[in-house]
């Protein structure tokens, strides 16, 4: 995607944020009570990290709706950090960190020693629970006292199998039937990405990094919910819930 002065990066926001939207219809629901929340713990001018930023559609929001925030994005996808450091080109309000989150090191390299809210949506399903677990005590010492945590992804509760099947099939049709009418998958928009000039190369090396897709573990609600409040966390709960996906809240 381009234009005559280069690389169009707000197209290519667009484009991944309806490849998402495929997956997940009720995705711009989840952002604005994920903001909503950030509003009633730190106001209209928090300082954020975003966790596993991708193209930072999260920061994208948040400066919508919060034009005096602050963002960090961190992640480690070249591909995706190349878009979203292409979109905020500019920005003295956004900085940008590539690193490995089950690097012990990480926070190390961040530009601040704490933030209000720390942020993060359908990504932390790549990891397994252990260095999942050990990510929230990091994460927990990063989260000023009074501040939050929130994760929103898929949270499988593995009591409830006959609920669980029924849900997916009725998503799963739902995702056949915009596939037919024209909706790119994560495989298509990849691939368009392998094909532009400018996204060729950190795409390549995002596969080398990641493989085709997550081999992590998708734990329920509660699970999250215990190890946050087990690594320093006073309280964790859902604040809001699809069939299909939980946005966890944890509270400093």
């Not at 009570?33 to 713990?41: N, S």
């Not at 399903?125 to 050990?134: E, I, M, R, S, V």
Request: glycine content about 6%.
């Amino acid at each position: 995607m381009a234009t005559a002065t280069g690389t169009d990066w707000q197209s290519w926001q667009e484009s991944w944020d309806r490849q998402q939207e495929w997956y997940m219809p009720d995705r711009e629901e989840r952002f604005r009570i994920m903001l909503d929340m950030v509003e009633a713990f730190a106001g209209p001018e928090p300082r954020v990290l975003d966790l596993a930023c991708g193209t930072g559609s999260i920061t994208a929001r948040l400066l919508a709706r919060f034009p005096k925030a602050v963002s960090t994005g961190i992640d480690l996808d070249p591909a995706l950090l190349a878009i979203a450091r292409g979109t905020f080109e500019g920005d003295d309000r956004v900085s940008f960190v590539e690193a490995d989150l089950k690097d012990p090191d990480w926070p190390s390299r961040l530009p601040y020693e704490s933030y209000d809210a720390v942020l993060t949506a359908t990504a932390l399903h790549w990891l397994h629970t252990d260095p999942l677990a050990a990510l929230y005590g990091q994460v927990a010492e990063l989260v000023r006292h009074g501040g939050v945590f929130m994760n929103a992804d898929h949270m499988i509760d593995e009591t409830t199998p006959r609920i669980n099947a029924a849900e997916s099939g009725q998503r799963h049709r739902q995702m056949d039937r915009a596939l037919r009418d024209g909706a790119l998958d994560w495989a298509e928009w990849w691939q368009r990405a392998a094909e532009d000039p400018v996204l060729a190369a950190p795409t390549a090396r995002r596969f080398e990094i990641y493989g085709a897709h997550a081999d992590g573990d998708m734990p329920s609600a509660q699970w999250h919910a215990r190890v946050l409040r087990e690594k320093g966390f006073g309280e964790a709960r859902p604040v809001w819930c699809s069939p299909s996906d939980t946005l966890l809240l944890a509270l400093k």
